[in-house]
């Protein structure tokens, strides 16, 4: 019997929480399941009621209001929502746009996006640490910035940003400020408050909830145009028939994060410290990217002389899920552009290795992982 397979990929998706997948049910199975909460028949009204309820788990997870929360279709549409909807409504013909190097894509090609349509973009590099220091948001944010954006957790290097310092370049320009939580929010505090953010984008796919559901904090006041048009769902800022099921089990899975992300990021970050030990011992020419602060669950490396496709298609065979930052485009190899950011060479920014943890990560787990990579690296060192 093969042994049972090992999910070092936590950062790309987490599975469903069991307690999350109960919550979801009633609203996939019998009559529930119709419930449009635009109806106002008692079918209706109990649909309105779950997804009511589910926004007062993501507020309260966030340190939100209640109206502050619309529900979208994940991480992806929240940051698009965010950065279209804040430079549409933009009226001091302002026209540039302020952002990190190593934002997720679905912030970049937003931003790439409004580029074409003749926005700028001023762009922060990080150090050789992975983390954009105060001064690169200081000189790239102006008085003809109207929008800031600046991840709270690097997907992946782990690296947790200062987002004090983008929030504090943005104020003082009073441009609109965004932040990509969508993996900080599993591990740490996400409030809205304390980031000073007028917009969040999160995931729920991320925090053992379901595939395909997300949500943006809009700051009361703030003014985001809505991207998709139709009825008149979620105050008019996001058109369309709710996610029932989806929504209730975000909200499921956010109330489970709230109890239990403190005592999880404590011991996902011991696991980790074990794992880096672990190959810290046993593989030469090891190389850690990325510098504390970082997330409890992220080890981003490359082995010198091993190709980072090379050692994943290995521990696939061994039944080892792991990732890079590199994406595979009409058959070739795209270095991570985190990894570019930070000065590494095309074929060092190729050779990256994200494992991620997440919260059923065991030691047994851990020590297999590290087993195998190092066996797999001396075996391909001697071809
Ligand atoms: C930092 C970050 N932002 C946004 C997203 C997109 O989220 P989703 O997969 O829910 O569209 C991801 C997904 O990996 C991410 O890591």
């Not at 940003?161 to 983008?166: K, M, N, T």
């Not at 943005?170 to 965004?178: G, N, P, Q």
Request: charge should be negative; include cysteine.
């Amino acid at each position: 019997m093969s042994a049972p397979v090992i999910y070092m990929d936590s950062a790309a998706s987490t599975p469903l929480d069991p307690e999350v997948l109960d919550a979801m049910l009633p609203w996939l199975t019998n009559t529930a399941s119709a419930g449009n909460p635009s109806s106002i028949h008692s079918v209706g009204r109990a649909a309105r009621a779950a997804v009511d309820t589910a926004r007062e788990l993501v507020a309260d997870l966030l340190g939100a209001d209640f109206s502050e929360v619309t529900f979208t279709s994940g991480g992806t549409e929240a940051d698009n929502l965010a950065i279209f909807g804040a430079c549409a409504v933009e009226s001091r013909n302002r026209r540039s746009i302020a952002a990190s190097a190593i934002e997720h894509h679905a912030v970049l090609n937003a931003i790439h996006l409004l580029q074409e349509r003749g926005w700028s973009v001023a762009t922060a590099h990080p150090d050789k640490t992975g983390h954009i220091p105060p001064s690169a948001w200081e000189s790239v944010v102006n008085s003809e910035t109207a929008l800031v954006t600046c991840m709270h957790g690097n997907n992946e290097l782990g690296t947790i940003q200062d987002v004090a310092a983008a929030a504090a370049a943005a104020k003082a320009v009073e441009a609109t400020f965004h932040v990509d939580a969508v993996q900080s929010l599993p591990w740490l505090e996400v409030n809205v408050r304390l980031l000073q953010c007028d917009t969040c984008a999160i995931s729920g796919h991320k925090i053992y909830g379901p595939k395909g559901v997300g949500a943006l904090y809009i700051k009361q006041g703030c003014t985001v145009a809505p991207q998709l048009v139709g009825g008149s769902q979620e105050r008019e800022k996001r058109a369309g028939t709710e996610n029932v099921a989806a929504i209730v089990g975000f909200g499921a899975a956010a109330r489970l994060l709230k109890t239990r992300r403190l005592d999880d990021a404590r011991r996902v970050s011991i696991l980790r410290a074990r794992l880096i030990e672990s190959m810290t011992n046993t593989i030469s020419g090891l190389q850690l990217h990325g510098e504390d602060p970082l997330l409890p669950n992220i080890v981003n490396f490359a082995v010198q002389g091993v190709e980072g496709p090379t050692l994943l298609m290995n521990l696939d065979r061994e039944g080892i899920c792991a990732s890079s930052g590199a994406a595979c485009s009409s058959g070739s190899i795209e270095p991570s552009h985190v990894l570019r950011a930070l000065g590494f060479t095309n074929t060092e920014a190729a050779a990256g290795v994200r494992l991620s943890l997440g919260r059923g990560t065991t030691v047994e787990e851990i020590d297999r992982t590290a087993t195998a990579i190092t066996r797999i690296v001396e075996r391909v060192r001697q071809r």
